[in-house]
Nanobody, 115 residues
Framework: EVQLVESGGGLVQPGGSLRLSCAAS????????MSWVRQAPGKGLEWVSSINSGGGTTIYVDSVKGRFTISGDNAKNTLYLQMNSLKPEDTAVYYCATLYLTWNWGQGTHVTVSS
């Protein structure tokens, strides 16, 4: 059974930083592209970033380029999202996701950027 468990969210002031984690199990983590997706209050899902199975390729939505960094630790089966220079518009529930047989999602972690 695939399990994705996000953590690391919280309340942060504008300009602050957070690091999200996603602990993965039930599949060969190092062999699959992993992604972060977010949903702001009252809005639809927005893809944020992905990292390929080898970790050599990362892509980002324009709104987070230069501020967010996706990475993975194959030894720990964990995906990360380092978020710097946070803005109020980054407020959302953040999910990690992977396409293994079907789309798999975690339960999400809440990020609130507010003064």
């Amino acid at each position: 059974e695939v399990q994705l468990v996000e953590s690391g969210g919280g309340l942060v002031q504008p300009g602050g930083s957070l690091r999200l984690s996603c602990a993965a199990s039930g599949f060969n983590f190092s062999s699959y592209t992993m992604s972060w997706v977010r949903q702001a209050p009252g809005k639809g899902l927005e893809w944020v970033s992905s990292i390929n199975s080898g970790g050599g390729t990362t892509i980002y939505v324009d709104s987070v380029k230069g501020r967010f960094t996706i990475s993975g630790d194959n030894a720990k089966n964990t995906l990360y999202l380092q978020m710097n220079s946070l803005k109020p518009e980054d407020t959302a529930v953040y999910y990690c996701a992977t396409l293994y047989l079907t789309w798999n999602w975690g339960q999400g972690t809440h990020v609130t950027v507010s003064s």
